[in-house]
């Protein structure tokens, strides 16, 4: 991947002069002339390398420097002055210059100065990759898949991840939503602080506003002394809120708070703590049905949702099922010391056309239980297990053949429809919410059709010869 320096000069003769040197292939250069277009820049693209000016029009060097440490604090600056003075190149050190340089400059000097911060900053994000590939925990490799609709996910994090922006992750379980999440953090400035997760299901809404922004000692019973919230905890860092509609609506408005005014007040306490934490929130549920129901409120879905990241379920990239499956045959016989030598084609194209409710995470259960029971040999279409088999057989069994008697079509296709929801029933083991989303409903209108058909979650199939 090529690197990239930013050059920010007003005198056209130096500009000239520097683009010149630095048209190399190996370089993209971008160019300001003021230092709100430095500025500007900065906000907007990835930079390795900044060579600025130090007076310019506006915004002066300084002020570009400042920008850079905060925004992107991985880039090198190197400041250029016509105008040098000890309090100028100090202050240029002290918010962290990689060199300060007077003009008129030797011009072989600056192109070493740059090359030097150049190979600095890749050698940085190699170290940073490296230490987050050994964590295994960072990066988007842990993410699999090969299907357009995995790419979009991917390039879509890719393009965020080194900004701060609040990201909303939305899909079914078991899709890969706390994968995405780390990613963000990892591939993030923020990489090196703390990533801190929660499940807001998982604590009683009673404690969640401690668990979250801590509390003073006395604050309530059981309360022996003061402690830290998840946020404080997070300052510097990010902090990944998961199923973030089961929140309750007072505590939604308490988020809401922080996330405008970006400091917490712990429970029974008066003083505010300041905290700089990156917010990723996650959620299964529509949250546009959860706001028009009132479940959740319209102003904090706002703020949430400043980058939506939506993971398609596993039945719409069913391109990435052979290498998830191939992943998980190699994951489980390393771990679990088995020997399976691989997938028969007509196994794999069973799994292929299954729906899998249960996403990604349902998939892997699946193939971990074969690799521990069988633990060696191929894996064959008797292994999986009979719902699946089933399932695949479903539609060709479900449509009606039509004869030289002919048929109702009104009647056969409502008993196909009929028979599409039982199957999507049983799939979802009775969760209306997760038949709604098989069969692309809303869960308002799945429920009316429900009661229309005069059908129930009862109705789901048996077994199917």
């Known amino acids: 991947m090529k690197k990239s320096l930013l050059i920010a000069e007003d005198e056209e003769v130096t500009l000239a002069l520097l683009r010149n040197v630095f048209g190399r292939s190996d370089l993209v250069v971008h160019e300001a002339r003021t230092g709100e277009e430095a500025l500007q820049h900065i906000d907007q693209h990835p930079v390795d390398v900044i060579l600025t000016d130090l007076k310019m029009p506006g915004k002066d060097g300084l002020s570009v420097l400042a920008h850079a440490r905060k925004v992107r604090p991985g880039a090198e600056v190197i400041l250029m002055t016509g105008h040098a003075s000890v309090e100028s190149a100090v202050r240029a050190m002290k918010l962290g210059a990689f060199h300060y340089i007077t003009k008129p400059f030797d011009i072989d000097e600056v192109s070493q100065l740059v090359d030097r911060a150049l190979e600095l900053t890749s050698v940085r994000r190699e170290n940073v990759s490296l230490r987050s590939l050994a964590r295994g925990r960072g990066g988007l490799e842990n993410f699999i898949g090969v299907s357009d609709a995995t790419k979009e996910v991917l390039s879509l994090v ?10 909303l992750i939305t899909g079914e379980s078991g899709t890969g939503k706390e994968l995405i999440a780390r990613a963000l953090h990892y591939l993030s400035p923020r990489s090196e602080r703390m990533l801190v997760p929660i499940n807001c299901s998982a604590i009683p ?11 003073v000692k006395g604050a309530f019973t059981g309360a022996h002394a003061a402690r ?3 946020f404080e905890a997070a300052h510097n860092g990010t902090i990944f809120l998961d199923e973030i509609a089961e929140m309750s609506p007072s505590l939604q408005a308490k988020l809401l708070r922080v996330l ?15 905290v700089d934490a990156r917010v990723i929130t996650a959620t299964n549920r529509d949250l546009d049905e959860e706001i028009s129901e009132g479940r959740f409120r319209s102003d904090l879905f706002f703020r949430l949702n400043v980058i939506p990241i939506r993971i398609p379920p596993l039945r719409d990239r069913r391109d990435d099922i052979p290498l998830l499956v191939e992943h998980f045959v190699g994951k489980y016989n390393r771990e679990k010391k088995r020997t399976l030598e691989g997938v028969r084609p007509e196994s794999l194209e069973i799994l292929r056309r299954y729906t899998w409710p249960g996403n990604v995470r349902e998939l892997e259960n699946l193939i971990e239980r074969i690799v521990v029971l069988k633990g060696s040999g191929w894996l064959e279409p008797s292994d999986i297990p009979e719902k699946i088999r ?7 069994n479900a449509i009606p053949v039509l004869g030289d008697t002919g048929l109702d079509i009104k009647s056969a296709t409502e008993d196909f429809e009929n028979a599409l929801i039982r199957q999507a029933l049983h799939l979802s083991g009775g969760n209306k919410n997760r038949a709604a989303t098989l069969l692309g409903l809303k869960r308002t209108t799945f429920v009316e059709m429900l009661k229309r058909k005069s059908l129930d979650a009862g109705d789901a199939p048996g077994p199917l010869s």
């Open 158 to 167: 890719r393009k965020v991840a080194d900004t701060d922006s609040t990201v």
């Open 205 to 215: 809404a009673e404690l969640l506003e401690s668990e979250l922004f801590g509390h």
């Open 228 to 230: 830290a919230g998840k």
């Open 260 to 274: 405008q005014e970006k400091s917490v007040t712990p429970v029974g306490g008066n003083r505010a703590i300041q």
């Open 390 to 396: 089933r399932s695949e057989r479903f539609l060709e």
